[in-house]
C-alpha cells in the first residue's frame, strides 16, 4: 500500500522558513516523479512544484519561484520542500503527491494527508 | 495559462440522482491530461478519473468522464452517500499542472 507522509508543518512569522518533508513507502520511489499540492483554508487546490524520478525537471508555479525549492533523497524515500520569505498567502494545508511516471505526470495518483503550514505574525 | 472554470459552483441532489459536472478549458486540452479529483471534508483528494474517462483502482463504474477539447464532463450515475463531496478537474500541460475551481456536491 503506497503511504506518503508529511511533516514540517507549523507556525510561522511571515519572512521566515520552513522545510516540509513527505516519507514515502509502499512503492518504488525512485521510479516516480513527486509533487507538492497546497490547500488555502476554504479554497481550492494549487500545484506548487514537481521533482522528475532523478531530480533533473524542477518545474515551480509563479506563486512560489525563487522562495520554494523542491528536492527529493533516494535513498531515504523522502521528499523535501524548503520554504524561504514566505508571506500569508503561502498559508495552506500542503499535500505530498505521487505522479503516475517518472517526468512530468499527467496526474496524482497518491495524496499523502497533508501538513499545515501558517504565516502570522 | 489554460484557465479550467467548473460548474455549476454547488450541485443540491438528493441520494440516487444522477449528477453532471461540468469542466471547461479555456483552450483546448489535450484528453490525455485531464483528470478529475474527489475530496470529502477533512480528507485529502483522491484521484477519480485520468485521461478524460479513465477510472482509477477501485473507482465504482456509477462514476464516468467524458469530454474533448475545451469540454469535459464527470457523471456519478446514481449518488451514494458518500458520493458528497467536492469534485475538481486538473489538466496537465507544459510543466503546469492546473486545477479547477471545484463543485461541491450536497445533500438536497
Known amino acids: 500500500e503506497v503511504q506518503l507522509l508529511e511533516s514540517g508543518g507549523g507556525l510561522v512569522q511571515p519572512g521566515g522558513s520552513l522545510t516540509l518533508s513527505c516519507a514515502a513507502s509502499?512503492?518504488?520511489?525512485?521510479?516516480?516523479?513527486m509533487n507538492w499540492v497546497r490547500q488555502a483554508p476554504e479554497r481550492g487546490l494549487e500545484w506548487v512544484s514537481t521533482?522528475?524520478?532523478?531530480?533533473?525537471?524542477?518545474p515551480y508555479a509563479e506563486s512560489v519561484k525563487g522562495r520554494f525549492t523542491i528536492s527529493r533523497d533516494n535513498s531515504k524515500n523522502t521528499l523535501y520542500l524548503q520554504m524561504n520569505s514566505l508571506r500569508a498567502e503561502d498559508t495552506a494545508v500542503y499535500y505530498c503527491?505521487?505522479?503516475?511516471?517518472?517526468?512530468?505526470?499527467?496526474?496524482?495518483?497518491?495524496w499523502g494527508q497533508g501538513t499545515l503550514v501558517t504565516v502570522s505574525s | 495559462e489554460i484557465v479550467l472554470t467548473q460548474s455549476p459552483g454547488t450541485l443540491s441532489l438528493s441520494p440516487g440522482e444522477g449528477a453532471t459536472l461540468s469542466c471547461r478549458a479555456s483552450?483546448?486540452?489535450?484528453?490525455?491530461?485531464l483528470a478529475w479529483y474527489q475530496q470529502k471534508p477533512g480528507q485529502a483528494p483522491r484521484l477519480l478519473i485520468s485521461?478524460?474517462?479513465n477510472r482509477a483502482t477501485g473507482i465504482p463504474d456509477r462514476f464516468s468522464g467524458s469530454g474533448s477539447g475545451t469540454d469535459f464532463t464527470l457523471t456519478i450515475s446514481r449518488l451514494e452517500p458518500e458520493d458528497f463531496a467536492v469534485y475538481y478537474c486538473?489538466?496537465?500541460?507544459?510543466?503546469?499542472?492546473?486545477f479547477g475551481q471545484g463543485t461541491k456536491v450536497e445533500i438536497k
Open positions: 485521461g478524460t474517462s
Open positions: 486538473q489538466r496537465y500541460g507544459s510543466s503546469l499542472w492546473t
Open positions: 503527491t505521487k505522479g503516475d511516471r517518472g517526468i512530468s505526470p499527467r496526474v496524482f495518483d497518491c
Open positions: 483552450q483546448s486540452v489535450s484528453s490525455s491530461y
Open positions: 509502499g512503492f518504488t520511489f525512485s521510479n516516480f516523479a
Open positions: 521533482i522528475s524520478y532523478n531530480s533533473d525537471n524542477t
